[in-house]
């Protein structure tokens, strides 16, 4: 059997493309082909090719607005890798919806909220504004709207009274790098059903 190629798409120190690489392995139908970022500087990179997992690099800055023509060039390592899933993971750039199009039902993304509560940034910090109980990360399918695709996986913490947006950050990661794998092998495996972490 040959494996899915799955391609992780970062901007930073990637600790999520670190759990996604960890898990497949072994009887997993799923491979890593590519670690992707728009930053030469992000610290996942390094990670990456010290597991023996290809880099590449397609800095947005220099398309400054243009949006179309830094995905036109972000497509290339994705093609030529011959990618057939993609996993953002901490990547910051939003995406058009002439991108994601290209992608329908083969891109996730994770995000550090409870879904639909929270889309886009600062979401620690909100949740703890809000007074909320409990907070946690989703795994969503990426469409054109952001942070909108149909969910895939939910993992919940409780907020604590003594809580920052940095040690509820810190306790919301720790589920991310539990709930990443699991939802990407069972989207290897065709299972759509959510899954929620207890
Ligand atoms: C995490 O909070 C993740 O939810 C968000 O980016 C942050 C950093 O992720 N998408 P990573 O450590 O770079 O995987």
């Given at each position: 059997?040959s494996?899915?190629r799955?391609?992780?798409?970062?901007?930073?120190?990637?600790?999520?493309m670190?759990?996604?690489?960890?898990?497949?392995?072994?009887?997993?139908p799923?491979?890593?082909?590519?670690?992707?970022?728009?930053?030469a500087?992000?610290?996942?990179?390094a990670?990456a090719?010290?597991r023996?997992?290809?880099t590449?690099?397609i800095?947005?800055?220099?398309?400054g607005?243009?949006r179309?023509?830094?995905e036109?060039?972000l497509v290339?390592?994705?093609?030529?890798a011959?990618t057939?899933?993609v996993c953002l993971?901490g990547?910051?750039?939003?995406?058009?919806?002439?991108?994601?199009g290209?992608w329908t039902g083969r891109?996730l993304?994770?995000?550090?909220?409870?879904l639909?509560?929270?889309?886009?940034?600062?979401?620690?910090a909100r949740?703890?504004?809000?007074g909320d109980?409990?907070?946690?990360?989703t795994?969503h399918?990426?469409?054109?709207?952001l942070d909108d695709g149909?969910?895939l996986?939910?993992a919940r913490v409780?907020?604590r009274?003594?809580?920052?947006?940095?040690?509820?950050?810190?306790r919301?990661l720790v589920?991310e790098?539990r709930?990443y794998p699991?939802v990407?092998?069972r989207?290897?495996?065709?299972?759509?059903e959510p899954?929620?972490?207890?």
């Amino acid at each position: 059997m040959s494996h899915k190629r799955v391609a992780i798409l970062i901007s930073g120190g990637g600790s999520n493309m670190v759990a996604l690489l960890g898990s497949m392995t072994g009887d997993h139908p799923a491979r890593p082909c590519l670690v992707l970022s728009n930053d030469a500087g992000a610290g996942g990179l390094a990670r990456a090719a010290e597991r023996g997992v290809a880099t590449a690099v397609i800095d947005h800055k220099p398309f400054g607005a243009d949006r179309a023509a830094f995905e036109a060039e972000l497509v290339k390592p994705l093609i030529a890798a011959r990618t057939d899933i993609v996993c953002l993971a901490g990547f910051m750039r939003v995406l058009t919806a002439g991108f994601v199009g290209q992608w329908t039902g083969r891109m996730l993304n994770i995000h550090p909220s409870l879904l639909p509560k929270y889309r886009g940034l600062h979401t620690h910090a909100r949740a703890l504004d809000a007074g909320d109980a409990e907070h946690g990360c989703t795994v969503h399918e990426v469409t054109p709207e952001l942070d909108d695709g149909p969910i895939l996986g939910q993992a919940r913490v409780p907020v604590r009274s003594d809580d920052t947006p940095q040690t509820l950050a810190a306790r919301v990661l720790v589920q991310e790098h539990r709930l990443y794998p699991a939802v990407l092998r069972r989207f290897c495996d065709g299972n759509r059903e959510p899954l929620l972490l207890p």
